[in-house]
């Protein structure tokens, strides 16, 4: 019928809009990034047609020959890029890969001890709004008021106090590398499964510029579209395939390897048919993410989060724990009188993006918050280098301070547009 053949101006005008908000604004969430113009090909293919419940080789539907060797080609680039012997590429986002390693590990009840989301933790670690506050028994290690970073004895403590059966090391707001080494330390002490959720820094972890949870932790997830810059997705990795610590026991007397349990997890315990398009996505960002082309992007990401943490203290802003090992950094902005509410939208209005975020100890409700989060992700990839931060924290600067003066944001959302100008999406 027309309806039906003709094109649907009004869903494309949109996407047109928004491609344009993209292109004339500076990008600074740090869970963002734009993908290359070949990932988001293969997210827009006729591989959205297809049904292949299953794995490769073992899949409930027919005609799935071309997406199992997509498939596979996708988990060995993902073991490659991350030294895993493991992984599954089907999670559909890294909040349903969070679920399927709690389900593959985890009874109901079951105790978890996660980075307190009001500290810089994520919701899928056991706040009480998510699955995992719900379903397990939530408890938190935070960072120390004074330092803004973890204290690894005080984790030590609660973990001998709660004696979780998982602890959940990963953030979606903390600027400093993480150990490992002594996470998995704590972990042994209370017979734990030890859980890395890299969703944030995954792109710099896999190019060796901070810590590598592989070797440590049991299990490690990921998101596949912040620093690592492919399509919207999760991801589940392990560097050794253990046996479950638990021991779930088969009928015919083995043990469950952990790999098995996991995939079962994932599909039929949390998901059905996977996006096979969002697959072949995921395969050309990984491998995008093994060339030097993205070395060099991701230590240009880190050096434009230090260059911008730098100019944000050299004007007295109070970057969380004095600086960042990694593409973000959280700012306390209650010495500058200003909400992490009335920033976001007064930035928001100058086409800078970047979102309200609590601080560690924040007296503010989620809703209104004291901080705002900036990471470089985004504008690395468009090109930006050191010399422009110190531009666009002029820019913050000029907005945070006269919030209201809607003639002078005016003027700098011209700017913001000027510096923005001649940068494809993609330049890197
Ligand atoms: N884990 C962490 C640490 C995150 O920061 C995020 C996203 O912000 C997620 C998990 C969830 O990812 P998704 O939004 O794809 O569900």
Same mark, same amino acid.
């Given at each position: 019928?027309?309806?039906?053949?003709?094109?649907?101006?009004?869903?494309?005008?949109?996407?047109?809009?928004?491609?344009?908000?993209?292109?004339?604004?500076?990008?600074?969430?740090?869970?963002?990034?734009?993908?290359?113009?070949?990932?988001?090909?293969?997210?827009?293919?006729?591989?959205?047609?297809?049904?292949?419940?299953?794995?490769?080789?073992?899949?409930?539907?027919?005609?799935?020959?071309?997406?199992?060797?997509?498939?596979?080609?996708?988990? +060995?680039? =993902?073991?490659?890029?991350?030294?895993?012997?493991? *992984?599954?590429?089907?999670?559909? !986002? @890294?909040?349903? /890969?969070?679920?399927?390693?709690?389900?593959?590990?985890?009874?109901?009840?079951?105790?978890?001890?996660?980075?307190?989301?009001?500290?810089?933790?994520?919701?899928?670690?056991?706040?009480?709004?998510?699955?995992?506050?719900?379903?397990?028994?939530?408890?938190?290690?935070?960072?120390?008021?004074?330092?803004?970073?973890?204290?690894?004895?005080?984790?030590?403590?609660?973990?001998?106090?709660?004696?979780?059966?998982?602890?959940?090391?990963?953030?979606?707001?903390?600027?400093?590398?993480?150990?490992?080494?002594?996470?998995? +330390?704590? =972990?042994?002490?209370?017979?734990?499964?030890?859980? *890395?959720?890299?969703?944030?820094? !995954? @792109?710099?972890? /896999?190019?060796?510029?901070?810590?590598?949870?592989?070797?440590?932790?049991?299990?490690?997830?990921?998101?596949?579209?912040?620093?690592?810059?492919?399509?919207?997705?999760?991801?589940?990795?392990?560097?050794?395939?253990?046996?479950?610590?638990?021991?779930?026991?088969?009928?015919?007397?083995?043990?469950?390897?952990?790999?098995?349990?996991?995939?079962?997890?994932?599909?039929?315990?949390?998901?059905?048919?996977?996006?096979?398009?969002?697959?072949?996505?995921?395969?050309?960002?990984?491998?995008?993410?093994?060339?030097?082309?993205?070395?060099?992007?991701?230590?240009?990401?880190?050096?434009? *989060?230090?260059?911008?943490?730098? !100019?944000?203290?050299?004007?007295?802003?109070?970057?969380?724990?004095?600086?960042?090992?990694?593409?973000?950094?959280?700012?306390?902005?209650?010495?500058?009188?200003?909400?992490?509410?009335?920033?976001?939208?007064?930035?928001?209005?100058?086409?800078?993006?970047?979102?309200?975020?609590?601080?560690?100890?924040?007296?503010?409700?989620?809703?209104?918050?004291?901080?705002?989060?900036?990471?470089?992700?985004?504008?690395?990839?468009?090109?930006?280098?050191?010399?422009?931060?110190?531009?666009?924290?002029?820019?913050?600067?000029?907005?945070?301070?006269?919030?209201?003066?809607?003639?002078?944001?005016?003027?700098?959302?011209?700017?913001?547009?000027?510096?923005?100008?001649?940068?494809?999406?993609?330049?890197?």
């Amino acid at each position: 019928t027309e309806v039906l053949t003709q094109r649907d101006t009004t869903i494309f005008d949109l996407i047109e809009k928004e491609r344009e908000r993209q292109v004339q604004g500076i990008e600074l969430i740090a869970s963002e990034n734009f993908t290359s113009p070949q990932v988001m090909e293969a997210a827009g293919s006729v591989l959205t047609n297809k049904y292949a419940e299953g794995y490769p080789g073992k899949r409930y539907y027919g005609g799935c020959e071309v997406v199992d060797e997509i498939e596979t080609l996708a988990i +060995e680039r =993902a073991k490659e890029l991350f030294g895993a012997v493991y *992984a599954n590429v089907q999670p559909h !986002s @890294g909040s349903q /890969a969070n679920a399927s390693v709690y389900h593959a590990c985890l009874q109901p009840g079951d105790t978890i001890l996660g980075f307190d989301l009001a500290h810089g933790g994520h919701l899928t670690h056991g706040s009480p709004v998510n699955f995992s506050g719900k379903l397990y028994r939530p408890t938190f290690y935070g960072v120390d008021e004074e330092t803004g970073t973890l204290n690894y004895d005080k984790i030590q403590e609660i973990a001998d106090k709660e004696k979780p059966k998982m602890i959940i090391a990963g953030a979606s707001a903390y600027s400093r590398d993480m150990d490992f080494a002594r996470f998995r +330390e704590i =972990a042994d002490s209370v017979n734990a499964i030890l859980l *890395a959720d890299i969703s944030h820094p !995954s @792109g710099l972890i /896999a190019k060796g510029i901070l810590n590598d949870p592989i070797p440590h932790c049991h299990i490690v997830t990921t998101t596949t579209h912040k620093t690592l810059r492919g399509p919207r997705g999760g991801l589940i990795l392990m560097g050794e395939n253990f046996e479950n610590p638990f021991g779930i026991r088969l009928k015919n007397g083995n043990l469950r390897k952990m790999s098995g349990l996991l995939d079962l997890a994932v599909f039929p315990g949390n998901q059905g048919g996977p996006l096979e398009h969002i697959i072949a996505a995921k395969a050309i960002a990984f491998g995008e993410a093994l060339s030097d082309d993205f070395l060099h992007y991701m230590l240009q990401v880190k050096k434009n *989060a230090e260059a911008m943490a730098k !100019s944000f203290m050299a004007k007295n802003y109070k970057v969380i724990s004095g600086g960042t090992d990694n593409h973000m950094m959280l700012i306390d902005l209650r010495n500058k009188g200003i909400t992490g509410k009335d920033a976001e939208k007064a930035l928001e209005k100058a086409a800078i993006t970047a979102n309200k975020n609590m601080v560690p100890f924040d007296d503010q409700s989620p809703f209104i918050t004291s901080g705002i989060r900036f990471g470089t992700p985004a504008i690395t990839t468009r090109g930006l280098v050191e010399s422009d931060m110190e531009t666009i924290v002029d820019l913050i600067d000029e907005v945070l301070m006269s919030p209201e003066d809607e003639a002078g944001i005016s003027k700098i959302k011209e700017k913001v547009h000027t510096l923005m100008k001649h940068r494809p999406l993609f330049n890197s």
